[in-house]
């Protein structure tokens, strides 16, 4: 009896042994993850293997800005007399040389001033005439200091009339030394100060014109430059000559080189500042005005990486799988940090780097992995 019962309890206690749950759960979390292909199924997943390569990964930040124009470079043309607009056929977005016609004046005021002009330079030559004539009289004894003192004022102030007044034709764009009594007239005209295009036309014929007021927007396109909005926590990453790519909404797949001429000191009420940037290559269908986004380079760091497609996507974390086998498989979880070039840096890439890696063909282990879930 003793050995019947020996051998009757030598197969419950092997039940016993393989029905404990403490042993049966990890081989079964790692089968789970785990996948072994046939022969068909490696040669169709093209799979192939490598390790952790250390790399570059370079950091950028993206920012927004405008297409802007220096100051020098915008320029607004004005009357500063004031006056009626005879001709002018400009329209904005036109584009000018330095010295052509913009648009024709007419005013009475222009008349006055050069009749003004004319007898202050005629009264000029009789009291200069009157101030030699005192003096050869003072110098014979034959009039007093007082009346040479009096020729001699009189002669300066004419002077300093005469003087003012051509400036005043100078800045209403007329030549004092061509204006004689024959060639008055009632017109100026108003020149672009600068070769450019036409940002903003304010005048059209028969509209008066009040001094000062502007009548012509002008400006370079060939000197455009980009204005971006960086905020607070960005400032320390941005410096001048640094590199950048922009492009416009409407055609992103056009970059513009730039590079960062000055990052502005002072910080707005939403805590922003403006960075200025060079284009390196200018382009005529870079317009001011036009609104561009901006991909910065700003650290460079070395990390582990591994091409993106070694990365997979599963139950809201990413993965990858490494070789346990011939034609065996683990899919493992991993950190992943900055993508650049087909490369992803691997945070966390210390505990893999004597791994072997699946670096090409993880999308269909995962999708082996599914199938074998399924069944």
């Known amino acids: ?23 049966d759960s990890p081989v079964k979390q790692q089968d789970e993850v785990s996948v072994r292909l046939t022969e068909a199924q490696f040669k169709n997943a093209g799979i192939k293997t490598g390790q952790l390569q250390p790399g570059t990964i370079h950091s950028t930040i993206q920012l927004k800005g405008r297409i802007d124009v220096p100051p020098q470079y915008t320029v607004s043309v004005s009357a500063p007399l004031g006056g009626y607009v005879k001709y002018t056929h400009l329209l904005p977005g036109m584009h000018v040389n330095k010295g052509d016609v913009l648009a024709v004046m007419e005013d009475i005021q222009y008349i006055q001033l050069q009749q003004d002009y004319l007898t202050g330079k005629a009264q000029l030559t009789l009291a200069e005439s009157e101030y030699h004539r005192q ?9 007093s200091d007082k009346v040479l003192e009096q020729a001699r004022a009189t002669c300066e102030t004419q002077r300093i009339l005469v003087r003012s007044l051509e400036e005043k034709l100078k800045l209403i764009g007329l030549d004092p030394s061509r204006i004689q009594s024959e060639t008055i007239s009632r017109e100026i005209r108003l020149h672009a100060p600068i070769t450019g295009i036409i940002a903003a036309a304010n005048a059209n014929t028969g509209k008066y014109v009040d001094p000062g007021e502007v009548v012509f927007e002008l400006l370079d396109p060939r000197h ?3 204005v971006l909005t960086a905020f607070e926590k960005d400032l320390p990453l941005l410096s001048p000559g ?14 513009y080189p730039c590079t960062i001429m000055m990052v502005g000191k002072n ?3 939403d805590r922003a500042t403006e960075v200025y940037c060079r284009f390196e290559q200018p382009d005529e269908g870079l317009l001011p005005g036009m609104f561009m986004n901006a991909d910065v380079e700003v650290t460079t760091n070395v990390a582990f990486t591994l091409p993106e497609e070694a990365v997979v996507r599963f139950d809201q974390k ?15 979880a991993v950190h992943t940090g900055s993508s650049q ?8 890439g210390g505990t893999l780097r004597q791994q072997t890696i699946v ?3 993880a999308y269909h282990l995962l999708m082996a992995l599914k199938n074998k879930g399924d069944e």
Not at 135 to 143: D, I, P
Not at 242 to 255: E, F, G, I, P, V
Request: hydrophobic share 35%; glycine share 6%.
């Open 1 to 23: 009896m003793k050995r019947l019962s020996s051998i009757i309890l030598l197969p419950l206690l092997l039940h016993s042994s393989c029905s404990n749950p403490q042993t």
């Open 341 to 348: 070039g087909g490369l992803v840096e691997i945070t966390d």
């Open 267 to 269: 910080l707005s009420k």
């Open 135 to 143: 003096t050869e009289l003072n110098s014979g004894k034959a009039a």
């Open 359 to 361: 670096v090409r063909g």
């Open 224 to 226: 455009t430059f980009l």
């Open 318 to 332: 990413n993965h990858v799988f490494i070789q346990t086998g011939e034609r065996m498989y683990q899919m493992v």
């Open 242 to 255: 640094q590199k950048l790519l922009a492009y416009s909404n409407t055609r992103s797949h056009k970059k």
